[in-house]
């Protein structure tokens, strides 16, 4: 059963930094896709950045976390990174990670094609 557990959310004030990770267990890593969604209160949960774990290329949403955020594989077996720097207001919410099986998924910013979750993260931005 795979299993995706956060880690690394918390307080911060506005353009301050956060650094999120993802451990992922019984994924098949080498060849798939992990990324991050948000959900900020009463809004819709909304793609961040993916990346496909196999060869490591990213995704972004949206341009406005291009060069604010930053997906990479990281340095633990199985596990992602999000960077996230100079963050606003905006930005705060609860952050998920996210996996597939099928490394045509990244790309796509539609929730129900992901078929993991975790449980969450907060981030909280405080201005």
């Known amino acids: 059963q795979v299993q995706l557990v956060e880690s690394g959310g918390g307080s911060v004030q506005a353009g301050g930094s956060l650094t999120l990770s993802c451990a992922a267990s019984?994924?098949?890593?080498?060849?798939?896709?992990m990324g991050w969604f948000r959900q900020a209160p009463g809004k819709e949960r909304e793609g961040v950045a993916a990346?496909?774990?196999?060869?490591?290329?990213?995704?972004y949403a949206d341009d406005s976390v291009k060069g604010r955020f930053t997906i990479s594989r990281g340095n633990a077996k199985n596990t992602i990174t999000l960077q996230m720097t100079s963050l606003k207001s905006e930005y705060a919410a609860m952050y998920y990670c996210?996996?597939?099986?099928?490394?045509?998924?990244?790309?796509?910013?539609?929730?129900?094609?992901?078929?993991?979750w975790g449980q969450g993260t907060q981030v909280t931005v405080s201005s």
């Open positions: 996210v996996a597939s099986d099928f490394p045509e998924t990244c790309g796509s910013w539609y929730a129900d094609q992901f078929e993991y």
């Open positions: 019984a994924y098949p890593y080498s060849n798939g896709c």
């Open positions: 990346l496909l774990t196999g060869d490591g290329n990213t995704y």
